[in-house]
């Protein structure tokens, strides 16, 4: 039995039919067929294997060989990576390969990158793996046009605005949320034209970011609108020939009549006239960037959908001048001193996760106070961000480890400093704000303990160990990063000046031996090798965060304004487990053509980059590892395919369920989990 499920026009064809088995992974069958003489392997280090890959590349719409493409090997028993290109039939191959686990992927301009086995770009490839003297005939890599992206760019007057910078960014899954990804940029000709190209299939934002180049340009074209406006007045009110040859003439007349017509509300027009005409004054509007099909807001941006080797013309946009203000205003501290180098960042709301610009920053003079020019209109939230370092005269000193430093140099003395933060919203619209108050106040703090769970025995000094918090999903105000937290030797740390926020608590270690860290899966780390009293090795790593109730690995720590923590417990095991198997056709012979999909039965852990969820790529001999699931009951299935980070769509793992298999999950357990696709799919 099998069942299809389509899925944002996508076809996954899952099997129900599985089978459990223990065994080893079946190998590969090699493949002598020959070819012509293909490309050398340009590799210049010396290898010392005896397998071979050979290959060819074609396009994607024709199938014809592609020559001169660059082809990258990377994998297991190579130092570095190797590449070589395509002669011209489009083959290649690499030769003097020890046995291990390879991935290849291709490129060339105008084409998209795209990996060996992978159903269509930016997805996951087909690793190959290799035996000692193999030669394996890899299939054919089908390498697709890029998509373009092309049209005109006018100015509010209607011409073309050449030097115009358009990006293309693209619709992606990042974190286990939907961003944009910057995809291709162009800056338009003297015909205002421009050509995005190279484009992977998918949904993009298009937008236009003209260059405001200070006051020069924008205020030749306000004086030359306010000449004009002048001269037509002038003629008008039949004033005769404007004299002194120039604007400053024109203006004078001008203030004379403004004068006779009302007084002086017509002076205090012209005195606004004179400042627009000011070359050193402060510019009054600005370009703002312009969304496809034309809006200033980012919320309001239509898709562009590019499918394989389209060319999409009419991707037009006009200019528009909008009115700028300054903001400016004052950081208060609860001392009544301004912390040296405060920053105040001008965040806008509407905005769409990934895109870049609009963000403005300033810092704060010694009287606390701050300015931003040339805001465009909107909505926008005010963050300061300040240190203090707080001595106590009492306490000797002692030496702080300087974060992120190299070579094991010394670092400052006495405790970390006191984060200090503000916020607050403003809204925009084109007049001058003075006075706007940022009253900053001490960050939260999180505090417990490091425990470990296992047989070994813990790290003999817990000092080296250091507790941080990652932030989760994309904040809406990003206050920077936040000192780590150092533990002491029974094991407790406390972290300070915590801004409001979502977050995961995670441990690491510092320095070689047991306290040195490495990744694990699911961001959590690891403290490095130790030993049981008998000699067995030991792997310690991150198990679970547990702060206010919940594990902070699994569902986000949320950190409010006097939300203060008191009772964290971050826990090391020993233990950890390991599922293996095999992905059978319904013959039972290997197959690579799926993707692996792993995630929790519990709905309640469907949650953005959980650890639970994992997807694999088979490897050409049909086997699939995926270790350091927590414990618990899972879901396994095959797809045909999948677009990276959908696997993390709760509407997505749902319509899986129904096809998918359970297999459960011990602590510490090894398990081998092999999969048979079902007949006819």
Do not use: C
């Not at 070589?84 to 992927?105: H, I, K, Q, S």
């Not at 605005?161 to 939907?178: C, D, L, N, Q, Y």
């Not at 002194?244 to 003439?249: E, R």
């Not at 001595?391 to 000797?396: E, I, L, M, N, T």
């Amino acid at each position: 039995m099998h069942t299809t499920i389509a899925f944002r026009g996508l076809t996954a064809i899952l099997s129900a039919t599985v089978f459990l088995a223990v065994g080893h992974a079946q190998q590969a069958g090699q493949a002598d067929g020959r070819r012509n003489q293909p490309a050398r392997d340009a590799q210049v280090q010396q290898a010392t294997g005896t397998a071979m890959i050979l290959g060819q590349v074609v396009t994607g719409d024709s199938g014809t060989p592609v020559r001169r493409a660059q082809v990258n090997l990377s994998g297991q028993g190579l130092r570095g990576q190797r590449t070589t290109m395509t002669d011209e039939e489009g083959r290649f191959v690499f030769t003097l390969l020890p046995a291990g686990r390879y991935n290849v992927t291709t490129s060339k301009a105008g084409h998209v990158n795209i990996a060996y086995g992978a159903k269509a770009p930016g997805r996951a490839g087909t690793p190959i793996q290799l035996a000692d003297g193999q030669k394996l005939e890899a299939k054919a890599i089908s390498l697709p046009r890029g998509g373009v992206v092309t049209g005109i760019v006018l100015d509010e007057n209607g011409e073309p605005a050449p030097g115009t910078p358009v990006r293309a960014m693209r619709e992606v899954i990042r974190t286990g949320e939907k961003r944009l990804d910057s995809a291709g940029t162009d800056t338009t000709d003297d015909r205002g034209m421009y050509r995005v190209y190279g484009l992977q299939p998918g949904k993009y934002i298009v937008y236009a970011q003209p260059r405001n180049q200070g006051s020069g340009a924008l205020q030749v074209s306000i004086a030359s609108e306010i000449e004009a406006a002048v001269g037509q007045i002038t003629q008008m009110l039949g004033a005769g020939q404007a004299g002194g040859g120039g604007a400053g003439g024109r203006s004078t007349q001008l203030g004379d009549l403004l004068g006779q017509m009302g007084g002086g509300r017509g002076q205090q027009a012209f005195e606004q006239l004179q400042q627009q005409l000011n070359p050193e004054g402060q510019p009054t509007a600005a370009y703002a960037p312009v969304f496809y099909p034309g809006s200033t807001s980012p919320s309001s941006a239509a898709t562009v959908e590019i499918v394989a080797g389209q060319e999409r013309f009419g991707v037009d946009f006009q200019l528009q001048l909008t009115q700028t203000a300054q903001v400016d205003g004052v950081v208060l501290s609860p001392d009544g001193v301004t912390p040296t180098g405060t920053q105040i960042t001008l965040v806008p709301k509407d905005t769409l996760p990934g895109l870049p610009g609009g963000t403005m920053t300033a810092r704060a003079g010694r009287d606390g106070r701050f300015t931003f020019r040339n805001v465009i209109p909107g909505q926008y939230s005010l963050v300061a961000r300040g240190q203090v370092r707080v001595v106590d005269p009492a306490a000797p000193q002692q030496e702080v480890p300087a974060a992120g430093g190299r070579g094991g140099g010394r670092g400052q003395t006495g405790p970390p400093p006191q984060i200090l933060w503000a916020m607050a919203d403003i809204a925009v619209d084109g007049t001058d704000q003075s006075g706007v108050s940022l009253q900053l106040q001490e960050g939260m703090t999180i505090s417990g303990r490091v425990t470990f769970d296992g047989v070994g025995a813990p790290p003999s000094d817990l000092t080296r160990l250091r507790v941080n918090l990652v932030t989760v999903g994309a904040p809406a105000v990003d206050f920077g990063n936040i000192s780590a937290a150092s533990v002491d030797a029974s094991g407790r740390f406390t972290l300070q000046g915590v801004p409001p926020g979502r977050y995961s608590l995670r441990g690491t270690g510092q320095g070689g031996g047991a306290g040195g860290g490495r990744a694990a899966a699911g961001g959590a780390a690891g403290l490095g090798a130790a030993t049981t009293p008998q000699g067995t090795a030991v792997n310690w790593q991150l198990a679970s965060a547990m702060a206010g109730g919940r594990d902070s690995l699994d569902f986000p720590l949320v950190v409010g304004p006097g939300t203060n923590i008191t009772d964290a417990v971050v826990t090391f095991a020993d233990k950890s487990t390991e599922l293996t198997g095999t992905l059978q056709d319904a013959t039972g012979a290997a197959t690579s053509d799926y993707a692996i999909i792993v995630f929790p039965s519990d709905k309640q852990y469907w949650q953005p980059q959980s650890r639970r969820i994992v997807s694999v790529r088979p490897g050409t001999d049909g086997r699939f590892t995926t270790r350091n699931l927590p414990p618990g009951s899972y879901m396994i299935v095959a797809v045909t395919d999948v677009e990276p980070g959908e696997w993390f769509d709760p509407g997505f793992l749902e319509q899986l369920a129904a096809a998918a298999m359970r297999v459960s999950l011990l602590e510490g357990e090894k398990k081998t989990q092999n999969l048979r696709i079902a007949g006819g799919g």
